[in-house]
């Protein structure tokens, strides 16, 4: 079946300008995680949802950055005012309710010139 | 806190040499210890898991067993195949099914023919 995917593949924007990078995981996965990679380091967390509903945000590094999953499938990851740090790639996962074991995608290269 | 830490790369091996990548954490209570690997232009894949002290986890050839009174998690191979060529991370789970991944900073293999 097919797996998690992540809308767009790149990203480049002026900084200061407002992003969304989106989501789309497995299809009847509940939870949904997303995950911000710089160079040369592992996956760091921002925040994962159950659902709908935001079940933990304490990853996100500051209030520029949001996420929402209005239906409990796709989500996006807003992120304003974009500064030069932000530069990463962002990753999102998905899991099943109850199941540890997380599935990754591809993830968007952003790029905040 | 919870972190996860790995030997630095990068690793360059030949061909059908063995293959250690070590790995130690630092947790409260009992994570769940994984190995993801990240193939050049690939995402994120889980190559093994373990989720309790003594267990072994295993899959294309590569094992690592979660040694609760050393804290480690260490990634071995006895052959290595230029295939295996990737970026390897260890991660931990503290929160079981409703917790998200703590990685390392991961560790690059390349192996030469």
């Known amino acids: 079946g097919a797996g998690v995917s992540q809308t767009p593949s790149n990203k480049v924007t002026e900084k200061g300008k407002y992003v969304e990078l989106r989501c789309d995981p497995i299809s009847g996965h509940t939870a949904l995680y997303w995950y911000r990679q710089s160079l040369g380091q592992g996956p760091e967390f921002l925040i994962y949802f159950q659902g709908t509903g935001a079940a933990d945000d304490s990853g996100l590094p500051n209030d520029r950055f949001f996420a929402v999953r209005p239906e409990g499938s796709v989500s996006t990851l807003k992120i304003q005012r974009t500064e030069r740090g932000d530069s990463a790639v962002y990753l999102c996962a998905s899991s099943l309710q109850g199941e540890e074991t997380q599935y990754f995608g591809p993830g968007t290269r952003l790029l905040v010139l | 806190g919870n972190s996860v830490t790995q030997m630095e790369g990068p690793v360059t091996l030949s061909e059908e040499a063995f293959l250690t990548i070590n790995c130690t954490y630092t947790a409260t209570g009992y994570p769940s210890l994984f190995w993801y690997v990240q193939y050049p232009g690939e995402g994120l894949q889980l190559l093994l898991k373990a989720t309790k002290a003594d267990d072994k986890g295993s899959n294309k050839g590569f094992e690592a067993t979660y040694r609760k009174e050393t804290t480690s998690f260490h990634l071995e191979k006895g052959s290595v195949q230029v295939s295996d060529s990737a970026v390897y991370f260890c991660?931990?789970?503290?929160?079981?099914?409703?917790?998200?991944?703590?990685f390392g900073k991961g560790t690059k293999l390349s192996v030469k023919p």
């Open positions: 991660a931990l789970n503290y929160g079981g099914s409703q917790g998200n991944l703590i």
